[in-house]
């Protein structure tokens, strides 16, 4: 007979069941997108490895195995733009005539707005800049039709940080050899091989005296010219040490043949009456003694391919005898910035903002291992665009604006006239939606359009440009990592977002449970900040790293992805009024 007692059990037993047939599913269901995430990369970069520069192609992720083409201003001309609201309704998609359903810019994916620039209006004329805010204004729009307005959907953001990263580690291997005051910064281009036996000669450890056989030891004098002072690094080999015998040595110097160990000068003795050497502990044979070859012996591997030159990589190529380093260059990007609404100087006025991103995005991208060139402010100017982009010979072209549908936004219509394959064109992250990844033609140089607005093209930043950069200067990619989120973070309904958080040890409000789970007492987790907003800079500023928030956001207490920014190590752990 069931006792009453072993019903709740049985539920129990149940409802687990249910919740293992349940995450198991999920399971499946995450394998099989992420496999056809990496199809449609592969059926990507292909397509434009292999396409002509005077057919330029759209690659529409979602839809890998159909293309469509790039369209012309004079294509598009015509048709009807509009706005949505951050959380609208999910991107409306119709059949076209080129085969992949198309979106226009009425029917974009919610919140396409929150990448406009702060004070925009649809009232807004050609020429007029923003009220307020910093950055560029990416979202220009007035009554007429857009000069493009049928874009494929949107990529998914890991399919597009997965897509930059191939393209860059696909390019042509490039190599240099520099010598080792050059080399800080670069990555090696070859594994680093030990040139000769580390260290080269048993050698002292430390400052002391050196012994041959049992003690006491009559003390000794070293030949070849240092007397009392024993024998000193720098020196040839000494003569051996006779049994019974004891030496001064100092740290670095080549033991004599014979000896049996060193003794610190702090646990030694000297009887000067008696002139003898007594140890106040024991000694052990080969105490204090590096042999050699202990680190290395010549022809090791001592690191891979693919490592970035540090200091302590420079000394480590000294020791082991490199005078030089065959490395890769370092990618060389030209950066453009777009926007006749930009200040250099002074304070905003008269509808004039100041261009936040000219002096971030240069120091952003050395950070990351570029050659960056000063940045060139070309305006609204369709033409000085299309001279740039066509003799630029850097390895990446980075534009700032004009990645919209605005009568000014120029990008989409160069790049469609002068024939670029585009990768990536809009992501599905917020901020950043109108950001893109193109190829110009005849190999050219790649090309990343960032959003106008400050932390929009940030996003831009570290979802297109760091990966391509990683792989075009011969980097690993970053290893993911997840950490706990203290607080609640809201989310887009369709979107992944990027939040700026900052990294905290210590106890956290939203403990998790007994199991651990949590950001508890002692618990490292991250503390989202305030002033996220796609024209802020302020929560970035405070931040180490930016929080990787699927659709629909995530409670106090979940791991989420972290995205380190390159100051990370430099950053103090503090959070102040930013959360």
């Known amino acids: 007979m069931t006792r009453a007692a072993d019903v709740p059990r049985a539920a129990d037993v149940a409802s687990a069941a249910k919740q293992d047939r349940a995450a198991g599913q999920t399971r499946a269901a995450e394998a099989a997108h992420a496999a056809e995430e990496d199809r449609a990369v592969d059926q990507a970069l292909a397509l434009v490895a292999g396409q002509s520069s005077r057919e330029p192609r759209f690659v529409a992720q979602s839809q890998p195995q ?3 083409s790039v369209q012309s201003p004079q294509q598009s001309a015509g048709r009807s733009s509009g706005q949505s609201t951050e959380h609208g309704p999910s991107p409306s998609l119709s059949a076209g005539g080129s085969g992949v359903s198309p979106r226009r810019s009425s029917d974009r994916s919610p919140g396409h707005s929150d990448d406009r620039s702060p004070g925009h209006s649809p009232d807004r004329k050609p020429g007029n800049g923003p009220a307020n805010g910093s950055g560029h204004d990416s979202g220009r729009s007035s009554g007429q039709a857009p000069a493009r307005d049928r874009r494929g959907q949107a990529t998914a953001w890991r399919e597009a940080r997965a897509l930059a990263a191939r393209a860059g580690h696909g390019a042509a291997p490039r190599t240099q050899r520099l010598s080792l005051d050059r080399t800080l910064g670069h990555v090696l281009a070859e594994p680093l091989a030990a040139l000769t036996d ?3 000669f048993d050698t002292s450890a430390m400052d002391g005296w050196v012994v041959a056989g049992p003690g006491p030891w009559a003390l000794g004098r070293s030949e070849g010219g240092s007397g009392e ?3 000193l690094a ?4 000494p003569a051996p040490l006779p049994d019974g015998e004891g030496v001064r040595i100092a740290t670095g110097a080549r033991i004599p043949a014979n000896a049996t160990a060193v003794i610190r000068s702090e646990h030694a003795h000297v009887d000067e009456a008696k ?3 007594h140890a106040q502990r024991q000694v052990v044979p080969g105490q204090d003694i590096r042999p050699r070859g202990q680190e290395c012996r010549s022809g090791d591997q001592l690191l891979p391919a693919g490592t970035l030159v540090t200091a302590a990589v420079l000394g480590l190529s000294a020791a082991a005898g490199y005078d030089d380093l065959v490395t890769v260059p370092r990618p060389r990007v030209d950066v453009l910035v777009l926007g006749d609404e930009l200040l250099t100087a002074g304070l905003p ?3 004039l903002i100041r261009d936040a991103l000219g002096p971030m ?16 402010r070309l305006g609204d100017d369709a033409e000085a665009l299309q001279h740039a982009l066509t003799t630029s010979d850097a390895d990446l072209v980075i534009t700032t604006g004009g990645t919209a549908a605005g009568p000014v936004d120029h990008v989409h219509p160069v790049l469609a006239k002068i024939g670029a394959g585009l990768l990536v064109d809009g992501v599905a992250v917020r901020p950043g939606h109108p950001m893109l990844l193109a190829r110009l033609p005849s190999d050219g140089p790649y090309l990343v359009g960032l959003p106008g607005n400050p932390l929009a093209a940030v996003s831009g930043l570290v979802t297109l440009a760091e990966p391509l950069l990683r792989g075009l200067a011969g980097r690993a990619p970053e290893e993911p990592y997840r950490v706990v989120v203290r607080d609640e973070v809201h989310g887009h309904p369709h979107d992944t977002r990027l939040v700026p958080v900052v990294h905290r040890v210590g106890s956290a409000k939203g403990a998790g449970s007994p199991a651990g789970n949590g950001a508890g007492a002692g618990v490292e987790h991250v503390v989202p900040l305030h002033y996220n907003g796609p024209a802020m800079l302020r929560g970035i500023a405070a931040a180490d790293g930016l929080a990787v928030v699927p659709p629909g956001g995530v409670r106090s207490g979940t791991e989420v992805e972290i995205l380190d920014l390159p100051w990370a ?4 752990w503090t959070e102040g009024c930013f959360t």
């Open 66 to 68: 159909v293309r469509a």
């Open 198 to 200: 580390l260290p080269s």
């Open 229 to 231: 002072l024993g024998i």
């Open 234 to 237: 720098g020196h040839s080999a």
């Open 275 to 277: 002139g003898m050497l």
């Open 349 to 351: 006025h008269d509808g």
């Open 361 to 376: 995005i240069g120091p952003w991208l050395r950070a990351l291992g570029a050659e960056v060139s000063a940045p060139r």
């Open 569 to 572: 190590s430099a950053t103090p």
